[in-house]
DNA sequence: ATCTGCCGGTCGACAGCGTCCACGGCGCCA
DNA sequence: TGGCGCCGTGGACGCTGTCGACCGGCAGAT
């Protein structure tokens, strides 16, 4: 991985949609060559997917929370990893150090929904307790730190 | 926004390279209209941008932190969240309710470069302390809750 | 009832793009 | 030196993005 793929990296972190001949102008290549570098920045697992960002209000997700998950003494990570992986409004899971095992960061419609959230994470076997931060505004999110991938 | 709108959300949050006769094919209309609603979803702001997904580690950020930010009584959690804003290693930044004012995701080359960026974080007028949660691991990341948006 | 305007769709033209492949240049190694 | 791998260009061809003309359905006003 070179400087020309860091620019690739850092344009289509920026734009996803970008064609191959936009990168290739900003690049310096011809869009075959970007091509190529994509593909081979995919196939190994550098760039893993596209995808639009929409707000979530809009959507109908109107409550956020970030949510600590204590496990049990016996609880086995991975069991409760995959359980986790699961619930379809865990968008996020960190495996942390410290007294909680996982943050997790979950999108659902109501606070009632999040209720019904916790208790599904706190039902998960191995999970001893849940520690829930509600988030009252997301100011920004996701975004890339292009300055250490492409600086200049 | 109707369902098929909702279809379209899902699908771009999925690939966000899907060709709008792709989409169209999913959606049982012509390229066109699904590119005049797709141009709506975005002039509207539904739909945020496209983006790239990079493994972190392939460009250089080893390491990822969930850092919380307690201010000072008499911080001003607008100009906090201004000063988060220009560090460009702050991916995320929610705030949040609770002792904490808000909770951000970092993410830096090396422990090091955590050190330092917990020492910008600091250093920001208004910013009495930070509480810092390595992130072992990334489970997951992002994942759009599509069970909520177009469900089916 | 009819008429009008708006909305959202199809269709087609045309420039541009995505995909694939042939080929060439360059650097490295035996 | 020659051979090989890597990476690039360029071209062919099907596909797509963009735009505009046109159409039909629906709601509201008369």
Redesign the pocket.
Known sequence: MDA?DRQIIAALRVNGRA????L?RQV??????V???VG?LESTGVITGYHAVVEPTAVGLGVTALVGIVPTDTGDNEEIAEALAELPEVESCYAVAGDEAFVVKVRVPTVDELERTLGRLRRIDGVARTRTTVVLSTRFEGRPNNAEVAPG
Chains 1, 2 share one sequence.
């Open positions: 020309v064609t191959y001949a936009d290739g310096g290549l011809s869009a075959s060559a091509h190529e570098r081979k």
